[in-house]
């Protein structure tokens, strides 16, 4: 599995891994030793991948500690002390399953375009191609067209959506499909929200209100609320993810779009600040462009000159 990571994101990925790899080589071309003029540059560096200004003055900080402790001596050291550091904050953060009773309802959030409706689709693909039985429920109500283009998902995909036709009321969308789940016994409820409704704090009241009807049929429902970031957004989706954890508490997260930037690094600053695991990475438009996360893999993958670690 971590070998594949790359080879499967492949060229989706590469803008994100040469980013750092032609960073790290034209950096250590133009320094041959490590000073302050040169961790300046590193600085510069990690800032530009998007890893935040508290993760990456951090990193600065530890890695000026090695240094003077003579722990740090040359350009292979300075590498592994970064990739251990970066690998210590993705693994504080178990991604381990949570075994939980059919029907497992999964809430997905997040603000417009972001690619949610998109990534309820491929996930529905891989859980049916996996044997499940898979309900999917257009809570996006605000938008006109959006339970269409669920509904599309969903004939292309195989599986039946839960729709109410004109001015519905996401929460009574959402009970319907838990009850039609419940009847039908399905394995997964994939429940799509609106990105937007008049203000942000109608938006959050709506989802909180959602989680409330949801678990009066199933208590530990919602089980899992699912935060979809777009990466080409940076660090303003750390602001976004923060206000939909504290309205609702997030369990996981899909960051979608690597495809399109250089800078995957934001994986990093969204995992420390949120102390949530990203699950999946959307790497394209295709039914197959989401595929695990493995965190190991991917910092590897940054710091490796090979194609395929
Ligand atoms: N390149 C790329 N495009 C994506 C990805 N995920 C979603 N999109 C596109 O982003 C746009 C918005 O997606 P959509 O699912 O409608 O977002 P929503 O408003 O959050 O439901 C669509 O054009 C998608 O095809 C991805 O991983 N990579
Ligand atoms: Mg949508």
Redesign the pocket.
């Known amino acids: 599995m971590s070998g594949g990571f790359w080879k499967k994101t492949g060229s989706a990925l590469s803008k994100t891994r040469s980013y750092f790899s032609s960073g790290f080589d034209s950096l250590f071309a133009r320094k041959k030793q490590i000073d302050d003029e040169m961790l300046e540059a590193l600085e510069g560096l990690l800032l530009g991948a998007d890893l935040g200004v508290s993760v990456t003055q951090r990193l600065i900080a530890d890695l000026k500690e090695s240094v003077n402790r003579k722990e740090v001596k040359d350009l292979a050291a300075l590498k592994e002390n970064l990739r251990k550091s970066l690998s210590e904050i993705l693994s504080k953060v178990s991604t381990e399953e949570v075994v939980f009773s059919a029907p497992i309802v999964t809430l997905f959030v997040?603000?417009?375009?972001?690619?949610?409706?998109?990534?309820i689709g491929k996930i529905a693909s891989a859980l049916k191609a996996d044997g499940k039985k898979v309900l999917l429920a257009a809570a996006?109500t605000f938008r006109a067209g959006?339970a269409n283009?669920l509904s599309i998902w969903g004939e292309r995909v195989g599986v039946d959506v839960i729709r109410h036709h004109g001015d519905a009321d996401p929460s009574a969308v959402a009970y319907d499909a838990v009850s039609a789940g419940l009847a039908r016994k399905v394995d997964h409820i994939l429940i799509?929200t609106a990105?937007r409704l008049q203000t942000k704090h109608n938006l959050m009241e709506e989802l909180k209100k959602m989680t409330r009807v949801i678990s009066k049929q199933i208590p530990d429902a919602p089980h899992r609320k699912i935060l979809?970031l777009d990466a080409t957004t940076g660090q303003n989706a750390l602001s976004q993810a923060e206000h939909f954890q504290k309205a609702i508490g997030l369990t996981g997260i899909v960051l979608?779009?690597?495809?399109?930037t250089g800078k995957g690094g934001i994986v990093v600053p969204i995992v420390e600040t949120l102390a949530v695991p990203v699950l999946y990475v959307?790497?394209?438009?295709g039914l197959q462009?989401?595929i695990p996360f493995n965190p190991e893999a991917f910092i590897s993958g940054l710091f490796s000159e090979t194609t395929d670690p």
């Not at 997040?110 to 990534?119: D, I, P, Y």
Request: proline share 0%.
């Open positions: 997040g603000v417009n375009g972001v690619g949610k409706t998109t990534s996006d959006a283009q799509d990105g979809v979608t779009k690597l495809d399109g959307g790497i394209g438009e462009d989401l």
